[in-house]
């Protein structure tokens, strides 16, 4: 894929994953609109782009048309759209899998699988009349796997990674390039207070280097973006002998109850 001249969305580019995607765009040629929450910091990150940012809740079709809109008019159709923000709950007191309250599993629902479903309904149809585009969802390697002490993030992520599939076999051959992102752990703003819980288990990556695989990715028309070597080989195990591996994730979770005194 040649960014040269593009124009792409990042959405939660505000810090982490999502302006580590945008500066990378930005420097392989792309105009990039950034949407977060922080608008101020979005608008930072956007500004220095090579676009804008704006604040968003992603979570709320509205306000997502409405950036969408606006990115439009001020940069131009959209040829890349990075589904990117997300966010997890704990399984609430107790820790329990059915522990979170309802409104946290529905934000989870809303920002990490409605937010991509109302950017795929309102960017893809233009895309598919322009002759194609790229449409990459931030996913986890949770979406994949698990993430223990989690639940609601965990189910919410494996929607996403659906929702990707069904993106790629919907409209891979109207030239829609789907790709799903699933990182194990990265030093984001995500894993503060918790960097010792499963996801941290294969190491921390800066989000710059998730952001180079992830365009690499791309360019190399791979659907699964693996950001650790050790994701695809526990997904396969995950597959092929599920009684062992859940035996394994039940016993990292005693182990981390253990240390911690709570499983995340």
Known sequence: MDWTGKHVIVTGGASGIGKALAEALHAAGAKVAVCDLDGAAAQAVGGACGGFGAAADVGDEAQLVRFVNLAERRLGPVDGFFANAGLGVTDGPGWGAASAPNAAWDVCWRVNVMHAVYAARHVIPGMVARGGGVFVITASAAGF?????????????????????????????????????????VKTPLVEGIEHGAQGLSGYLEPALVAQKTLAAVADKRFRVFTHDNTADYAALRVAEPDRWLGGMRKIRRELVKAHGRPL
Do not use: F, R, W
């Open 145 to 185: 796997l698990n993430s223990i002490g989690d639940t609601a993030y965990t189910a919410t992520k494996h929607a996403a990674v659906s929702l990707a599939e069904s993106i790629a076999i919907a409209h891979g051959d109207e030239g829609i390039q789907a790709h799903v992102l699933a990182p194990e752990g």
